[in-house]
T-cell receptor, first 112, second 114 residues
Framework: AQKVTQAQTEISVVEKEDVTLDCVYE???????LFWYKQPPSGELVFLIR??????QNEISGRYSWNFQKSTSSFNFTITASQVVDSAVYFC?????????FGAGTTVTVRA | DADVTQTPRNRITKTGKRIMLECSQT?????MYWYRQDPGLGLRLIYY???????NKGEISDGYSVSRQAQAKFSLSLESAIPNQTALYFC?????????????FGPGTRLTVL
């Protein structure tokens, strides 16, 4: 069985603050993939990143960065210098061969 | 044009009515999925299909049925809708044989059952 836990239900920050979203996962597979998706108020799911279990390098893409630590089964996501447009629900997900298991999501509200 | 489309985008119906949600894709993917999203629960898998002749139940299939009419089309039916099926429904597709199983999502259908 596999499971994804996003313990933070809601986070509220003021614009330009950094915000870190936690994601902890459980799986018995040695090969797996982790994803982050963004769901803005309009409702669609926007793919942000994919990371495989053999690549523990951190990644930065603009104001977004991801920290993958296999030792603690965590794949955390940081938004640097947050903006109002970052307000959304963010989902962490884990996949084996066919199934995507999603966390419950973290709602991020960025206030101007 | 969008690669994965869902119709309708919004639907309000009454308890006991039969409802069909449709999904079409132009990505040429073999695998298709239906998920529902509820606040605080993330997305949960209802049904999935690896090809036209293959249909499988997901974790919450009770009260739902599906039909894979063609490689590009995968429909979800609620035979007799009930209020706790009010949710946001997503269709997704992925390529067969791809180990990382990247799924591409439709825009979602917001269903309200009164």
């Amino acid at each position: 069985a596999q499971k994804v836990t996003q313990a933070q239900t809601e986070i509220s920050v003021v614009e330009k603050e950094d915000v870190t979203l936690d994601c902890v996962y459980e799986t018995r597979d040695t090969t797996y993939y982790l994803f982050w998706y963004k769901q803005p108020p309009s409702g669609e799911l926007v793919f942000l990143i994919r990371r495989n279990s053999f690549d523990e390098q951190n990644e930065i893409s603009g104001r977004y960065s991801w920290n993958f630590q296999k030792s603690t089964s965590s794949f955390n996501f940081t938004i640097t210098a947050s903006q109002v447009v970052d307000s959304a629900v963010y989902f962490c997900a884990l996949t084996n061969d066919y199934k995507l298991s999603f966390g419950a999501g973290t709602t991020v509200t960025v206030r101007a | 044009d969008a690669d994965v489309t869902q119709t309708p985008r919004n639907r309000i119906t009454k308890t006991g009515k039969r409802i069909m949600l449709e999904c079409s894709q132009t990505k040429g993917h073999d695998r298709m999925y239906w998920y529902r999203q509820d606040p605080g629960l993330g997305l949960r898998l209802i049904y999935y299909s690896f090809d036209v002749k293959d249909i499988n139940k997901g974790e919450i299939s009770d009260g739902y049925s599906v039909s894979r009419q063609a490689q590009a089309k995968f429909s979800l039916s609620l035979e007799s809708a009930i209020p706790n099926q009010t949710a946001l429904y997503f269709c997704a597709t992925s390529m067969a044989g791809q180990s990382y199983n990247e799924q591409f999502f439709g825009p979602g259908t917001r269903l309200t059952v009164l």
